[in-house]
């Protein structure tokens, strides 16, 4: 797996988002504004939940914003052997059962799935639980985090 290619794809993914939410907030405010939804009593509310969803979506495009800058600012480096986990590392994890799942530590977009290479990676990002695990780690550690209550135990398997 390469991760320029990946960062690239994280990259094209993060600004397509960043233009849906953009849409989805000019779609949004339209709405709230139009001359239609102006409130014709104290009950009629489609005006003000239409003004809280304009709000909830320029959110959303300032969430995307930080992510694609953050991602952006990020320069893929080689990881190299006895080095510590850091931003920008692609981690292989490993279950006593043998499943493998591929972590990307990122700057943001937290939860991002993105098929890569015949699998799927996952951005994870410092402030997560599995992330401030990774942070810092090496080749060959043992973490364990919980999970809706329960533990799951991972041995850090392979670093890119």
């Known amino acids: ?20 939410a953009l849409n989805a907030a000019a779609e949004a405010h339209e709405t709230a504004t139009h001359t239609e939804n102006v409130a014709e009593n104290k009950y ?3 005006g003000l939940e239409a003004a809280y969803l304009a709000h909830g979506q320029s959110q959303r495009v300032l969430t995307c914003s ?5 991602f952006e600012s990020l320069r893929p480096t080689p990881w190299k052997t006895g080095d510590a986990i850091d931003l920008g590392a692609l981690i292989c994890l490993r279950t006593d059962e043998a499943a493998a ?59 890119r």
């Open 1 to 20: 797996m390469d991760k320029a290619s990946l960062l690239a794809d994280i990259l094209t993914a993060l600004a397509t988002a960043q233009t849906q």
């Open 44 to 46: 009629d509310t489609l």
């Open 66 to 70: 930080t992510d694609l800058k953050a």
């Open 101 to 159: 799942r591929w972590l990307y530590l990122g700057p943001g977009a937290g939860g991002l799935k993105m098929p890569f290479g015949g699998t799927e990676v996952i951005v994870v990002t410092p402030a997560a639980p599995l992330g401030q695990q990774l942070l810092g780690r090496y080749l060959g550690d043992d973490i364990s985090i919980m999970v809706a209550g329960k533990q799951q135990d991972y041995t850090i398997k392979e670093v």
